[in-house]
């Protein structure tokens, strides 16, 4: 207890230091109290993890760092002028009580440090904090994240990825990111694709082997017609999707095969696509070129970029939908009664409407529901207002998932590079344009990456074949 007394008596000899004593023991309280409700499960939202680990140790760094400099104007004022550095004697018991007090509290105050730098890093690595906390910011990804395949995958598993060179320079890149979002800098939309992306070969092939052979497989597509009964109707292709391994390269993934290493010169957006280079196996180089991109200032044009998988599929984590997407999805799911009258064309018509926040959405969808049908089917408005709801509600959620008024993103605002229903895709390049010196083009031909079984068909003779 003496040793105690006497060091903090020396501590109080000044203001600052024992501001900085007061500081850091009622921060080291703190922290403690919130680390202790977090090792019992009680997570609750980010910035309390940001509190924890972030706020309060800056603020218990802070106090120690009073401590010192106090010490130092003490003595100044106390020590005679031209005073020698103070002699450490541990002959003296007041010296050597003073060291242990100070060898244990600083033990104490490292471990407190680490712990919190740790956590502090595992908190920034959350799904959590990257969606929430920067809300209005990350909305429309967050949002999208969570409704896609990879929902259960952390977002610096793709975002940095293994090894500290890139997390430090995703630490470095996010500093400026804080700054933007606390000064309003940032523009709206968050303009893509992301140019200081890791290569996908680095982050995506942690678990995808693209250059593995899987050969063909049968996609079924289902969508409604806007007629009364809501017609079902299906799709049916074999997508060619390749590989590799011990094969020829074929299919789609060909365009990942190490043995083809493909360069493009595009435009910031990557949508429109200037040059294609194709280096064989051999190393023989071939070029294509989009009408008029090898003449003039066109043929410097641009920015260069190596193929990899995100140039097709863009939006692997935060994919945004199409109207009729939305509205094909919840009635294939039975969100939406398919025996409402008109239900898809009218729901298409609703969630393509602008409206000035989610609040005005739902309730513009829900009122035109409820207009539509107390006109043309009464009996409809009177005896299934239930499902009515459950249609209202269905449509909110594919309005609000993708569209987002404070970000100014709306419908086609992140178009989605797989195929070319919704967005050029395939055909940024596959166009029939691109055309090499020996007059070779990029084929738009069909069956290079699919065969068409069945177009828009309601009973598909294939699907009648394949079923049990």
Not at 45 to 71: C, K, M, Q, S, W
Not at 427 to 450: A, F, M, V
Request: glycine share 8%; hydrophobic share 40%; proline share 6%.
């Amino acid at each position: 207890m003496l040793k105690l007394k006497s060091f903090f008596g020396l501590l109080m000899r000044h203001p600052l230091s024992l501001a900085g004593t007061a500081i850091t023991t009622a921060a080291a309280i703190i922290f403690l109290v919130f680390f202790s409700l977090d090792l019992a499960g009680l997570h609750g939202h980010p910035y309390v993890g940001i509190l924890t680990y972030l706020v309060v140790p800056a603020i218990f760094v802070a106090g120690l760092l009073l401590i010192p400099i106090g010490l130092r104007q003490a003595r100044k004022r106390a020590a005679p002028a031209g005073a020698e550095l103070p002699v450490i004697d541990f002959n003296r018991e007041v010296v050597r009580n003073r060291f242990l007090v100070f060898v244990v509290l600083t033990t104490l105050n490292v471990v407190i440090v680490a712990v919190a730098s740790y956590k502090a890093v595992e908190v920034m690595d959350t799904t959590a904090f990257c969606g929430e906390a920067c809300h209005s910011v990350m909305a429309p990804e967050h949002t999208a994240l969570k409704r896609g395949a990879h929902a259960s995958v952390s977002c610096v598993e793709c975002h940095i990825g293994p090894g500290a060179g890139w997390f430090v320079k995703s630490k470095l890149s996010g500093s400026w990111q804080v700054v933007s979002v606390n000064l309003d800098l940032y523009p709206r939309p968050i303009p893509t694709p992301v140019h200081s992306l890791r290569p996908a070969r680095e982050t995506c092939e942690q678990c995808h082997w693209p250059q593995k052979f899987v050969g063909d497989r049968l996609k079924v597509v289902t969508k409604y017609a806007e007629d009364e009964a809501n017609t079902e109707k299906k799709t049916v292709l074999l997508m060619r999707v390749g590989g590799i391994e011990g094969r020829v390269s074929k299919g789609i993934h060909w365009h990942v095969d190490p043995a083809n290493r493909i360069r493009y010169r595009s435009d910031e957006s990557r949508e429109e696509i200037h040059e294609v280079e194709l280096t064989g196996p051999g190393g023989e180089v071939e070029r294509w070129f989009a009408p008029g991109a090898d003449e003039g200032e066109k043929a410097s044009a641009g920015t260069w970029r190596q193929m990899d998988c995100v140039d097709c599929h863009n939006r692997p984590s935060h994919t945004f939908h199409s109207p009729e997407q939305e509205v094909d999805r919840a009635l294939q799911a039975g969100a939406i009664a398919r025996d409402l009258p008109f239900v898809r064309r009218e729901g298409l018509k609703l969630i393509r409407a602008e409206y000035a926040d989610a609040g005005a959405a739902r309730a513009g969808i829900r009122a035109g529901l409820e207009s539509f049908y107390a006109a043309g089917y009464p009996e409809v408005a009177r005896g299934r207002a239930a499902d009515l709801d459950a249609a209202a509600a269905a449509l909110f959620e594919g309005w609000s998932s993708n569209v987002f008024p404070q970000m100014s993103v709306t419908w086609g605002t992140y178009p989605n590079h797989i195929g070319h229903e919704q967005a050029p895709g395939c055909w940024r390049c596959h166009d029939d344009q691109h055309t090499s010196k020996s007059g070779r083009t990029i084929s738009q031909d069909c069956e290079t990456c699919h065969s068409l079984l069945a177009e828009e068909e309601q009973d598909p003779e294939i699907l009648r074949t394949l079923s049990p």
